[in-house]
Every structure is written in C-alpha cells, then in structure tokens.
C-alpha cells in the first residue's frame, strides 16, 4: 500500500500553483488535506507525476467576513468549522455537520475545498453547503467564476474544474435569525460513507425553502422551492408540514427509479425535518 | 529526494526522503520510532494515528513531506504527558488492550477525548472513538478506562479545551515550511511508450474465457431510446466495431473472429484512470433481436479485474421509427478497484458511459441515415469532466436543431 513515486511541489500562492497544473505534459494533482486523496494514492487508484500540495498557501487558509455572507478559504478544516475557529453564519448548521464528518484525526486535516473538488456523493459539504446555498469560487490564469455548489458536482467523483483551474474559496450566506435548519444522514457505521442525506432550509425572512437529498451515487438532488415539503418555515412545528408522497414523487422525478433507495432518501429527510434546530 | 525536517518528540528529527513516504513510515523507517503502528494504511482503522501539531492526525494517509517542519508527537512522546500517563493505567486497570496493536491510536485518539470532551457520555466516547478498531478486547474497557480518566479529571478541577488549543486555521502539519515550488528534483521517468503499451497488453493476454457458471456480483439495467427504425438499429448493432466506437474510451484490437474479440477500455472518474484489456465473445440471435457481449479484462495500473456480462434486447419503441434498446450490465470486479468500489459509483459511471454512448449511437446512426459517405461524425471519445460538459452543451444543441428542422 505505498503510492507511485512523484515529485513534490509546495507553492507558495494561487498564481504558482495554477503555473504548475498548466504543464500538460504531466499528470499533476492537487492536495489538500489529503484525507480522501490519501487513500487513493496509497491504492495507487492515483498515480500522479507531480503532488502539488496546496496547503502552504495563506490565502486559502483565510476567512472574510463579509456584509451578507462569508468566504471561506478552499483549505480551511472540518476541524476549524466544528471548532467555531471560523465564525458561524448558519445558525449551527456547519459546525454541527462538521461534527459528524468521519473522525476526528480525519477532520484536522481535511478540507471543504478537498472534499467538495473530490465529489464523492456521500460527502456532507457538499449536501450541506447545496441546503445552504452556498457557491464555490473556481480560478484559472485566464481569470476566475462562480457558481453555486451543486453545479460544482458533475457526477461521482467528477467536479467541474476546466483544465487548469482550481477551487479557492467557498461563499456561504448568512442565515437570518429565523432560520431553522436540519440535517439527517443515514450511516451503517458511525464516521462511514452516507448511504442517505436528507437537509433543509427555511428561513422566512430572506424568503428561502430549500430542500437537498444528498449521498444518491451521484449529484444531490436540490429542490430550490420546497414549500410544498417543509413549508415557508413560518409554521411553528416543521414536520407536521412534512409530505412523504410529495417528497418521494420529487425524488422519482429527479431519477432516483429504485423504491427502496427513495424510500431510505424520504426517511432521511423526514428525520431532518423532525430533529430541525431552531435558531 | 527531499529532505524532511520535523520536531519529533521536541527533538529535531531529518531525513532524506522520497515525497510518497507517509509519516507512519518516515517515523518507522528513519527515526527507528516503532510504537507508531500502521494496519490498514488508508485511513480507516486508526492504529497509526499520532499528534501533528499537538493535534490527532492519521499518519498513514498523511505524508511526511506535508509536515516539513510541524511538530510531531508519537506515543513515545507521551511518557511524561499527564493524561497519556492516566490513560495508561486505566486501560492496564479495565483491560483496555489484548495484544496491543491498536493501543497506540487508541492512547492518542482517547487523550484527545479527555482533553477535549467535558462530561461526554458512554455514547459519546464510542461515536468520539469510532475511528479506531479493536480486534480483540472490544470496547467496554477502552470505554471505561477513558469514562474513569475523563470523571477523575473533572473531580481535581481540571476543565476540558474544546478545540485541544489549536488557534490556527488549515490541514494540521501545514504552514511551517516555506514554499518548494522548484525545490524537488524531478525523478526519472518511467517511460510509458509503446513498448510499456505493449507489455501491458501482453500481460493482460492469457485472461481465460469466461466459465459457464460464472455469475455476476451486481446487476442493473437501463434502457434507451434511439429514433431510427429497429431493423437500421439491430443491423447497426450486428458490427462489433461500430458499437465499440460509440462507447467512449473503447478499442478494439482487430476484427472479431468467430464473435471473439480483443480490446480494451480505458475509463476516468475524477482522477482515477483504468484501462481495461481484455477478452470479449459476442452472441446474437435475430430472431428474437436480443444478444449479449460477455468479456473479461484487467487494469494492470490498479491490478485490477473485471468480468462482465452485457445482455441488450432491440425492440420498436412508442412510435414510429423510433427504437428502445434495453441493456443489462452485470460485472464482477476485484483488486484495488474494487476495494474502493462503492456499487453506487460504478453506477453512476455506467449511466454517463452509456448517456455517451446514446449520443454517439444517434449522431453515428443519422450519419447513415443521411447518406453521408465519409468521415464520421465527431464523437466523445473520452468520459471525463469535459464530456460531461459537452454532452450537456452537445444536447442543447440537438435540441435546438430538432427544433429547427421539426425532426422530432
């Protein structure tokens, strides 16, 4: 279980590391925390002529916080998120899902920005940070674009990166004080892979009901207006609000054919619905 | 070669290395430090974990190299620590180890427990402990020697740190080292021209035909829908060439012979690029328009094999001139491919090889249609983020041009 021999490189900021993924003539890699990167190097799934560790780069690892939202560096941990080392705009949400990613020797060195570029399906940012609304900042040498989270995701482990582009930055807006959340995964061992995520957000003020089912095999399924699942958030108990039918029919539409999964996916974001946190 | 330098224990600790070399074995090999153990050298059963930065961090799936000048803490450092020294006797206390190959993670993994976790209960040590297995005592007096540990603490007054006094932001082990973008020396290739294409080849030769019984360990199907008549399709189906032509990645070696044929695929998910040998025999039957593509082949990069069985059925579709095609795909696959494998995501896979192969089938198809002589249309030749894109695009266009000349 040892990797392919590459070389290694350390860039110091955004400009030389996005200098070294332009030489076509080698396979180059990005790593981050390398905690999904890892293992599959070491199963040499991975065979990469060129390492190029990101993690020396300041500006990745910075927080702005901005008038309605905050931007986070794509190296900042799960760790830093769980930690409250970065401040929290989502009424708990981050901070509580980044408790439940993996381990915790996992969680102080792996990345949001990792985990989202290794478009793993069951992965929570990406379920999460797709609830919330949240968009991810690419950067080439020919410039930079935003787009929101789940168009980052292409399909399983396939993020929408050109060639020579790399993900810098995560933008998460600001929840209002009304805002309720929740967040259910379904795991056969605490830390594993999810085999079902259920998420949502409502929050009345900023006019937002949004549902997500996440860990599909392949890109979540975001449904942008869900008030006929979990209401407009203004309702005092969520879940009464909640239709299982309607949520299963969405599911359905949205290509999930195999009852049972969309039956385990409709539980899931049932049981989000009924464990959701107020703020 | 690179150099590491690390603070090791509180010692300056340098070696020459190559930058593959995980930390586990930059400690075993050049620092002799033996008491860091390594299982199962992915991250997944906790016996290498070790304090990075006064942190825990899984020294198996992080590389030394990373680390350049971090500080590292292996559980030989611990003897004078207070709550490792608590530790010790509590698990000597309940029977917190058998044979002792995971008590090192574990002493770390459940240090940071007690340091971090306030009044945690019996569930919440398993959940905090989940990441690091034990194969012979189970758990209770792991549990209960770390539940005693954690209550006598909190009795003397000592309160717990929640973020285990980490203050800065990024991977645990970065952000000491200074830049070395040019500081590595580039290693000899390993040349991967057509002698190597041609050993892999070789290799992959004597794959047997498939056995009578074999049996396929996942099955699942899709069907499409083409619009050309069923007789332009089946017939287009009958040459094996001109099918493996619209699968993306896809080759054939030369023409079938006795409906058996040599090939190869080559597939890329994200960074993982196979390229499957192999073996396929074809069977078809006109009668009933159905027929199935039974083959074997094997990645020599993941050492890695499959066997699959590919059954299809053409049959008129919901309106005139237009046909569905169904296909079944069975497959079995081994080696460090499969390790990973997670069926879901070979699903997945499937769905966009095939969504591929729809489009090319269609634009190969109306080519013909068209009369055309010539080159062929332009096809995706390879799965991978671009063709996602470009399928997405290459659909919208379609549409605008069916909308254009009321094809549809």
């Given at each position: 279980?040892?990797?392919?021999?590459?070389?290694?490189?350390?860039?110091?900021?955004?400009?030389?590391?996005?200098?070294?993924?332009?030489?076509?003539?080698?396979?180059?890699?990005?790593?981050?925390?390398?905690?999904?990167?890892?293992?599959?190097?070491?199963?040499?799934?991975?065979?990469?002529?060129?390492?190029?560790?990101?993690?020396?780069?300041?500006?990745?690892?910075?927080?702005?916080?901005?008038?309605?939202?905050?931007?986070?560096?794509?190296?900042?941990?799960?760790?830093?998120?769980?930690?409250?080392?970065?401040?929290?705009?989502?009424?708990?949400?981050?901070?509580?899902?980044?408790?439940?990613?993996?381990?915790?020797?996992?969680?102080?060195?792996?990345?949001?920005?990792g985990s989202l570029t290794h478009a793993d399906p069951s992965a929570d940012w990406?379920?999460?940070?797709?609830?919330?609304?949240?968009?991810?900042?690419?950067?080439?040498?020919?410039?930079?674009?935003?787009?929101?989270?789940?168009?980052?995701?292409?399909?399983?482990?396939e993020a929408d990166l050109r060639p020579g582009e790399m993900l810098v930055s995560?933008?998460?807006?600001?929840?209002?004080?009304?805002?309720?959340?929740?967040?259910?995964?379904?795991?056969?061992?605490?830390?594993?892979?999810?085999?079902?995520?259920?998420?949502?957000?409502?929050?009345?003020?900023?006019?937002?009901?949004?549902?997500?089912?996440?860990?599909?095999?392949?890109?979540?399924?975001?449904?942008?207006?869900?008030?006929?699942?979990?209401?407009?958030?203004?309702?005092?108990?969520?879940?009464?609000?909640?239709?299982?039918?309607?949520?299963?029919?969405?599911?359905?539409?949205?290509?999930?054919?195999?009852?049972?999964?969309?039956?385990?996916?409709?539980?899931?974001?049932?049981?989000?619905?009924?464990?959701?946190?107020?703020? | 070669?690179?150099?590491?330098?690390?603070?090791?224990?509180?010692?300056?600790?340098?070696?020459?290395?190559?930058?593959?070399?995980?930390?586990?074995?930059?400690?075993?090999?050049?620092?002799?430090?033996?008491?860091?153990?390594?299982?199962?050298?992915?991250?997944?059963?906790?016996?290498?974990?070790?304090?990075?930065?006064?942190?825990?961090?899984?020294?198996?799936?992080?590389?030394?190299?990373?680390?350049?000048?971090?500080?590292?803490?292996?559980?030989?450092?611990?003897?004078?620590?207070?709550?490792?020294?608590?530790?010790?006797?509590?698990?000597?206390?309940?029977?917190?180890?058998?044979?002792?190959?995971?008590?090192?993670?574990?002493?770390?993994?459940?240090?940071?427990?007690?340091?971090?976790?306030?009044?945690?209960?019996?569930?919440?040590?398993?959940?905090?402990?989940?990441?690091?297995?034990?194969?012979?005592?189970?758990?209770?007096?792991?549990?209960?020697?770390?539940?005693?540990?954690?209550?006598?603490?909190?009795?003397?007054?000592?309160?717990?740190?929640?973020?285990?006094?980490?203050?800065?932001?990024?991977?645990?082990?970065?952000?000491?080292?200074?830049?070395?973008?040019?500081?590595?020396?580039?290693?000899?290739?390993?040349?991967?021209?057509?002698?190597?294409?041609?050993?892999?080849?070789?290799?992959?030769?004597?794959?047997?035909?498939?056995?009578?019984?074999?049996?396929?360990?996942?099955?699942?199907?899709?069907?499409?829908?083409?619009?050309?008549?069923?007789?332009?399709?089946?017939?287009?189906?009958?040459?094996?060439?001109?099918?493996?032509?619209?699968?993306?990645?896809?080759?054939?070696?030369?023409?079938?012979?006795?409906?058996?044929?040599?090939?190869?695929?080559?597939?890329?998910?994200?960074?993982?690029?196979?390229?499957?040998?192999?073996?396929?025999?074809v069977t078809r039957d006109d009668a009933t328009r159905t027929g199935t593509i039974?083959?074997?082949?094997?990645?020599?990069?993941?050492?890695?094999?499959?066997?699959?069985?590919?059954?299809?059925?053409?049959?008129?579709?919901?309106?005139?001139?237009?046909?569905?095609?169904?296909?079944?795909?069975?497959?079995?696959?081994?080696?460090?491919?499969?390790?990973?494998?997670?069926?879901?995501?070979?699903?997945?896979?499937?769905?966009?090889?095939?969504?591929?192969?729809?489009?090319?089938?269609?634009?190969?198809?109306?080519?013909?249609?068209?009369?055309?002589?010539?080159?062929?249309?332009?096809?995706?030749?390879?799965?991978?983020?671009?063709?996602?894109?470009?399928?997405?695009?290459?659909?919208?266009?379609?549409?605008?041009?069916?909308?254009?000349?009321?094809?549809?």
């Open positions: 279980m040892k990797p392919v021999n590459f070389d290694y490189a350390r860039p110091a900021d955004v400009g030389a590391a996005l200098a070294l993924l332009a030489d076509d003539s080698l396979s180059v890699k990005l790593m981050a925390g390398g905690q999904s990167l890892g293992p599959m190097l070491n199963m040499r799934l991975v065979q990469p002529d060129l390492l190029v560790d990101i993690t020396g780069i300041e500006e990745l690892k910075r927080v702005e916080d901005r008038a309605n939202e905050i931007v986070l560096g794509a190296c900042i941990t799960h760790a830093d998120i769980e930690d409250l080392r970065v401040p929290d705009v989502t009424c708990g949400a981050l901070p509580s899902v980044a408790r439940g990613i993996a381990y915790r020797a996992v969680r102080n060195r792996g990345t949001m920005g990406l379920s999460i940070l797709s609830t919330l609304g949240a968009k991810v900042t690419l950067r080439g040498r020919s410039g930079g674009r935003t787009i929101p989270v789940e168009d980052y995701m292409l399909g399983a482990l995560i933008t998460v807006p600001k929840l209002s004080r009304s805002a309720r959340w929740g967040y259910y995964k379904s795991c056969r061992k605490t830390g594993e892979f999810a085999h079902a995520i259920g998420a949502f957000l409502v929050d009345p003020d900023r006019g937002v009901s949004r549902a997500v089912i996440g860990a599909t095999e392949s890109r979540p399924i975001v449904i942008a207006e869900a008030t006929h699942l979990v209401g407009d958030g203004k309702a005092e108990r969520l879940d009464l609000a909640f239709d299982s039918h309607a949520a299963g029919a969405a599911i359905e539409a949205a290509g999930m054919a195999d009852p049972i999964d969309r039956q385990t996916h409709v539980v899931a974001l049932r049981r989000a619905i009924e464990r959701a946190h107020t703020a | 070669m690179n150099t590491v330098t690390l603070t090791v224990n509180g010692k300056p600790a340098s070696a020459t290395i190559e930058p593959r070399t995980h930390l586990a074995d930059f400690l075993r090999e050049t620092q002799n430090l033996t008491g860091t153990h390594i299982g199962c050298e992915h991250g997944v059963c906790g016996a290498c974990t070790l304090l990075v930065d006064g942190v825990p961090t899984r020294s198996c799936i992080t590389y030394a190299v990373a680390c350049q000048q971090a500080e590292v803490t292996t559980v030989e450092g611990l003897d004078n620590d207070d709550i490792a020294a608590e530790l010790r006797t509590a698990f000597s206390k309940e029977h917190g180890l058998q044979c002792g190959y995971c008590t090192p993670g574990m002493i770390v993994s459940a240090r940071d427990v007690v340091l971090r976790m306030d009044a945690p209960s019996e569930h919440d040590i398993r959940i905090a402990m989940s990441g690091n297995l034990c194969r012979c005592t189970g758990y209770v007096g792991i549990v209960r020697a770390i539940q005693g540990v954690i209550t006598a603490r909190r009795a003397r007054g000592i309160a717990a740190i929640p973020d285990g006094n980490r203050k800065i932001l990024g991977p645990a082990g970065s952000g000491h080292a200074v830049p070395t973008t040019n500081g590595a020396e580039p290693r000899a290739r390993v040349s991967s021209g057509p002698a190597d294409t041609q050993a892999r080849a070789q290799a992959a030769k004597p794959v047997s035909r498939p056995d009578a019984d074999w049996k396929p360990q996942t099955t699942f199907t899709q069907g499409f829908t083409v619009a050309h008549p069923v007789d332009v399709v089946w017939d287009f189906f009958g040459n094996i060439g001109e099918v493996a032509s619209c699968l993306p990645g896809a080759s054939l070696a030369g023409e079938p012979v006795d409906g058996h044929v040599e090939g190869q695929i080559r597939v890329k998910v994200g960074p993982i690029a196979a390229e499957f040998q192999g073996v396929a025999d039974s083959g074997s082949g094997k990645d020599k990069r993941s050492n890695s094999a499959t066997r699959g069985l590919i059954g299809y059925a053409v049959r008129p579709g919901d309106a005139p001139g237009k046909t569905k095609v169904d296909v079944s795909i069975g497959y079995t696959l081994t080696g460090m491919l499969a390790q990973f494998g997670r069926s879901g995501l070979v699903q997945d896979v499937a769905g966009r090889l095939i969504a591929a192969f729809v489009q090319n089938l269609e634009a190969k198809l109306a080519h013909r249609e068209q009369g055309q002589g010539g080159e062929a249309p332009p096809v995706i030749t390879e799965l991978d983020a671009g063709s996602l894109v470009s399928s997405v695009v290459f659909g919208r266009l379609k549409q605008f041009f069916a909308s254009l000349f009321g094809r549809r």
